[in-house]
Each structure stands twice: as C-alpha cells, then as structure tokens.
C-alpha cells in the first residue's frame, strides 16, 4: 500500500494541535471551575496544582505501556484509541459533580492520552530520512501552537460559552480529530505477537548510541522544567517588574505566548537545517541560546525585556525539539520506536511536573529572579553531558 506521508502529517499536526489545546485550555479558568464545584477556598489552590499536574503525572506512568502496544499493533491504532479516550475524559468534565470527579477525570485524559509521541513516531517511521527534521520539526509546531493557543482560547470561550460548556466543545473537537484520523491517516503495519516482539532491554542493547539516547531523554526533562518552572511565578514577577497591577494578566498572556509564536515560525526550518548539517549541532544550539536566555531572565528590569528574552527563548525551543525527535528516529531500530518516543515523553511529562514544583519552590526560598538561574544550571549541566556524548560526533552527523 502506498502511504502519502504529507497527508498523515497534515492530519497529524491538526490532532496534535487540538490535543495540545485541550490539555491546556483549562489553565485560565481551573481555579473558578473548582470554586463553582464547592471547593472551600481554602483548597482551591492546592486543588487546582492538582488538577493541572495529575494529568502529565498519568501520562507519565503509562507511557511506556501504550509505546510497547504502538510497536505491536501499529501507531495509528494507538492515536485513534488515545482520540477517542480524550474526546470522553475531556467532555465528561462538564458534568462532574465535585472537584474529585473533576480530578478523577483529569487522571484519566493523562492515562488515554498518547495521541502526539504516537503521530510522532508514525511520521519519523514514514518520512524519508532527508526530510526527517523538516517533517518532525513541523509536526512539533502543532502541539506547541496547542498548547500556546489553548489558555487563550479556552478562556475567550468560557467567557462567551460557560466554563462547563468548553468541556463539551473540546470533546466535539477531539471527537472530529478522531474521525479525520480515522478516515484519512494511513499506516502499513503488520501486527506483531507479544511473544515475537523483541523485549525493549535488547532495543536499547542494539543501540550504539545509547548513551546519547539517554541524554535525549535528559534534554526533554529539563526543556520541559524549563518551560514550565515560571509558570506559578511569572504573573506575580511581571507584577513586581511593571508596578501596575491593572494589565497584570493581558501582559503576562503575552510574554506567555511570545516564546510559543518563535518556536512556531523556526522550528520547521531548524529542523531542516538539522537535516543538512546534523541535528546534534543544532541540538546543542538550542541549548547555548536556552542559557543565554534564562541567565539574564533574573537581571530584567521590565516587562519589555523579559519578552525579549522570552521570545529568543522560543527559537531554542524550536531548535530542540525537532532535533530531539530526529536523533531518536535515527538511532532507534526501527521495531522499537513507539517504545522508545514513549519513554521520551515519560521524561517530558516529568518535567512538566517538576517544573511548577522547581519554580514555586526556588521562588518562595530565594526569590523570583532565583527561579531563572537554577533552571540555567540545569541546562548548564545538559550542555555538559550533551557535550560528553557528542564529542565523537561535532563534525559529523549521526
């Protein structure tokens, strides 16, 4: 069967696109949600880090389990099953009837989820080896727009709809990404039997590279803290910069969104860039700029400068994210992929829950400027081992 891998990345990236906003949509209006339920407010907070944590924490757990399933029964399956599962979590929570249900469901989206690292590894296994970068480096755009556009669309239609009725347009949301999945994502695969599937301790046995595959791993954990470690603080340090509380929230959206918008426009040609030059080179010049960036983060003066710094930040984003996708597909054997992206996101959903836990925690004992500065030292170590791995292959490509 002859597979036309543009059309399955188009349809790839609207549903990693719609899963990315449907996993951040709630972030503007979760606290009021939980209020509404009859949450006393004297647990509102704790019940709102709650809710947006135990989602990636679930996603984390069971990762691994729907990466082994992806390698025997095929990606597409698995995209499909993680569509449908969110279009039900994520529209059942107009009906809950307390702040538990809300919390239970919200684990359940985290356990169905798997839509984007499986359209991940669907196109890198699909892609021709040349246009890897370009093709992973697109696909990444779709959940980062998601994820950008989300807390600004789901706060627009809360206010226009109802917050209860936001639930129920993502699950019709999520629902036509099924279908569009369903009907027009096509895969060659033949299923494999449990006991013929190689185990994953002889995947990573078969790797040559497997030290730089476990550097990856890191890469994705402290991009994600890195993203996500100014998340509890940033409104309250724009606060601080600006002296004006009146346009506190529009600003903080901006700042927010601008790293989103670089990432956006850059990751693609990044990704090609990658491609012709290697994608270990740009990785670790994703990584320098990240520095670059957080280190002065601390030392900004106004609003203005810290949207500088973050827009900036957004081309390192852009650079590895392609980059990590594509150095995985290029090590990893082919009868393990799933397997491998999965854990890949294991690392990426840990850290996005250690990076709110980083921040808040930096920020109450050392101050907000403090919080930008230990994330530097965590990308500092990154470059270190990056470094280590790569030493063998700077001038070359993987």
Not at 78 to 105: C, H, K
Not at 255 to 282: F, Q
Request: proline share 5%; glycine share 10%; with cysteine.
């Amino acid at each position: 069967m002859k597979i036309d891998w543009r059309r399955n990345l188009l349809i790839s990236w609207v549903g990693c696109f719609f899963t990315g906003a449907s996993f951040s949509l709630v972030m503007p209006f979760i606290p009021l949600y939980i209020e509404q339920l009859g949450t006393p407010k004297s647990q509102i907070e704790l019940f709102s880090g709650l809710a947006i944590s135990v989602t990636a924490l679930a996603s984390a757990i069971v990762a691994p389990i729907w990466g082994n399933l992806a390698d025997r029964k095929g990606r597409r399956l698995m995209m499909i099953r993680a569509a449908v599962g969110m279009t039900f979590t994520m529209g059942s929570l107009a009906f809950v009837p307390n702040v538990y249900w809300l919390l239970l469901m919200r684990f359940m989206t985290g356990i169905l989820s798997g839509y984007i690292p499986n359209a991940t590894a669907l196109i890198a296994s699909q892609a021709p080896r040349e246009k890897s970068g370009w093709a992973l480096g697109t696909l990444a755009t779709g959940a980062i727009a998601g994820n950008l556009i989300g807390p600004s669309m789901g706060g627009a239609l809360a206010q226009w709809f109802g917050m209860e009725n936001v639930f129920i347009i993502t699950g019709v949301v999520l629902l036509i990404t099924t279908i569009l999945t369903i009907v027009l994502v096509k895969e060659d695969f033949t299923p494999i039997k449990k006991t013929e599937m190689a185990p994953i301790k002889d995947i990573f046995a078969q790797m040559e590279n497997f030290q730089i595959l476990i550097g990856l791993f890191v890469t994705s954990l402290i991009l994600q803290i890195g993203i996500t470690s100014i998340s509890p603080i940033l409104t309250l340090y724009i606060r601080d910069l600006s002296g004006n509380s009146s346009n506190v929230l529009f600003v903080s959206g901006l700042i927010v969104s601008v790293s989103g918008v670089s990432a956006i426009l850059s990751s693609p040609s990044l990704g090609k860039i990658g491609d012709r030059i290697g994608n270990h080179k740009v990785l670790l010049f994703g990584l320098v700029l990240s520095l670059v960036c957080f280190v002065p983060m601390g030392f900004v003066k106004t609003p203005f400068q810290l949207g500088v710094l973050r827009f900036l930040l957004g081309f390192s984003t852009g650079a590895l994210t392609p980059s990590i996708n594509t150095l995985i597909n290029k090590i990893t054997p082919a009868a393990g992929v799933s397997r491998v992206y999965s854990y890949n996101q294991m690392f990426q959903n840990f850290g996005q829950v250690l990076g709110p836990m980083v921040g808040s925690t930096v920020a109450h004992s050392m101050g907000y400027p403090a919080v930008f500065w230990v994330t530097s030292g965590f990308v500092l170590i990154n470059i270190g081992i990056s470094l280590f791995n790569f030493r063998k292959n700077l001038r070359n490509p993987i």
